[in-house]
């Protein structure tokens, strides 16, 4: 017979006071975090119906009147030597109404957008309150379009993203929704629409997730900060939490009553979820900054483009394509590229006669020149990494073999590349996107079984955060009556 051996481990200096730290940690992590945690899940149910506000393409192309083609005397060509640039100085140029006026919209590979009349060439050097009531004015759910203010930054416009269009006209459109839109005082586009129901449940859904506070977010690093510290503290509490449950379990059975054994049970049976998704919200913040940017490196951008040369503008066939409310110009590989938004919804893509994925196949490779030729392929239906209503179908995948595994998604109608995307991209999809939103095809392709899964995690979650809050605040009551009843504790308190 082998003789039975002690098991060092449980003998060990020192194991009582880990063991003790371990449940002390947790108890008090739990009641610095059970309020933040609660409140992560209540509005995470909200923010899978109601969305952050944000303007579509289309929402923007609806807001659009159709161009006056009257009124267009100007053609590309003239509007560069206007604006001091020259054809090869041109990334992109749009032609869209400014009001009742045609506008030229340059951006250049370097430097600020700029903006030209179409009829005289004047400068536009910004929109009055007026203008931005003109504009307001064509948007389709425009009643009686009033001016509230002009605002630098507010909760919904507090994202960099809108830095180079501030300040912001703020419109009321006067309609039974509540529409709001934000006309850049700089450029007189409309950068943003939201509406009353948007705004309301906004507040109980993306502003608490993400801690939306506009003093806080308008400073993008230290609120990137506190995300990571608060997030990461969390991470601790409920790893410990687990820890601590798997310790207290007799059998199957907890030892507990009341809250507590509330809390033992539901912590034992989505405890791993609660950690799955605090630790995926915390990766969202890119610690380390090790997930590259999906934006393009403009100097990848400019080898795509190719060779500059005259841009066509052919007034009547473009008159006579549709109704249309944009004119993009652009190049793929030295080609130019003219797209049309139309007033219905489509696009129409003019240029020369031959296919355009030629051109896209010859400027490929200038997107990496210093990796061998892309393979390209064709994607006709969603996958795991291009998925998703804004994602347009068909895409061409550029897929590079240099180290970091390198993809671009291009668009085989227009030429325009869509976004970069790496290793590092592709995990953060499913670190992400996978562990926090439950972003899984089988689930995804059948919404009511999303909803349900995702739902019931969520309620597991939100009870271990209240009931823990229960606990956290008998606990803290309990603890001040003892100090209190030692004579101390309480400001002003006789001894």
């Known amino acids: 017979m082998i003789p039975a051996l002690a098991i060092p481990s449980l003998a060990l200096p020192g194991t009582k006071r880990l063991k003790r730290w371990l449940f002390l940690g947790h108890r008090w992590l739990g009641i610095l975090t059970g309020l933040f945690f609660a409140t992560w899940f209540v509005s995470g149910m ?11 393409e289309a929402e923007r192309h609806a807001a659009l009147p159709a161009i006056a083609w009257a009124s267009v005397v100007l053609d590309p060509g003239t509007a560069l030597a206007r604006a001091g640039l020259a054809p090869e100085d041109m990334r992109r140029i749009d032609l869209a109404m400014l009001g009742d006026e045609p506008v030229w919209r340059i951006l250049p590979w370097t430097g600020a957008r700029r903006a030209l009349s179409a009829r005289d060439g004047r400068r536009i050097a910004g929109a009055d309150a007026a203008l931005a009531r003109a504009v307001a004015s064509h948007h389709p759910a425009a009643r ?8 630098t930054r507010d909760l919904w416009t507090v994202h960099q993203r809108y830095d180079g269009a501030r300040p912001f006209h703020r419109v009321s459109l006067g309609d039974a929704a509540g529409t709001e839109l934000y006309v850049s005082a700089v450029s007189g586009e409309i950068a943003l ?36 510290w608060l997030s990461g503290l969390c991470i601790v509490g409920a790893v410990t939490g687990l820890a601590v449950g798997l310790m207290r379990l007799r059998g199957l059975r907890t030892p507990h009553r009341g809250w507590m054994a509330w809390h033992h049970v539901a912590g034992l049976t989505g405890g791993i979820a ?58 793929v590989a030295g080609r130019p590229v003219t797209v049309l938004a139309c007033r219905d919804g489509g696009r129409i893509v003019l240029g020369p006669p031959e296919p355009l994925e030629a051109a896209i196949r010859a400027g490929a490779g200038a997107l990496m020149p210093e990796a061998a030729p892309p393979r390209l392929e064709r994607i006709g239906r969603p996958d795991l990494y291009w998925y998703g209503p804004d994602r ?56 009511p079984a999303w909803d349900l899964a995702l739902l019931t995690l969520c309620a597991a979650g939100l009870a271990i955060s209240l009931s823990g809050i229960v606990i956290g605040w008998r606990r803290l009551r309990r603890t001040v009556r003892s100090r209190s009843s030692r004579g101390f504790g309480w400001p002003g308190r006789r001894r």
């Open 274 to 331: 609660l950690i799955a998704f605090i630790a995926s919200g915390w990766f969202s913040m890119n610690p380390g900054r090790w997930v590259s940017p999906p934006a393009p490196e403009p100097a990848a951008l400019l080898g795509y483009a190719g060779p500059a040369g005259p841009l066509p503008f052919d007034r009547a066939a473009l008159a006579a394509a549709c109704p249309a409310v944009e004119i993009r110009l652009h190049r």
């Open 144 to 151: 009686d379009p009033a001016v509230r203010d002009l605002t």
């Open 46 to 56: 909200v923010m899978m119906y109601v969305a952050f506000p944000r303007l579509t």
């Open 193 to 228: 629409d939201t509406t009353r129901h948007e705004r309301l449940w906004n507040w109980v859904g993306a502003v608490p997730h993400w801690l939306y506070l506009t003093p806080l977010r308008a400073r993008t690093e230290l609120w990137r900060g506190v995300i990571l």
């Open 392 to 447: 347009r179908l068909p895409v061409l995948r550029a897929a590079f073999d240099d180290p970091a595994g390198t993809w671009f998604h291009i668009d085989p109608e227009t030429g325009e590349v869509l976004d970069r995307m790496d290793r590092s991209n592709r995990a953060a999809r499913w670190l992400f996107n996978a562990l926090h939103c439950l972003d899984f095809a089988v689930l995804t392709g059948n919404r």
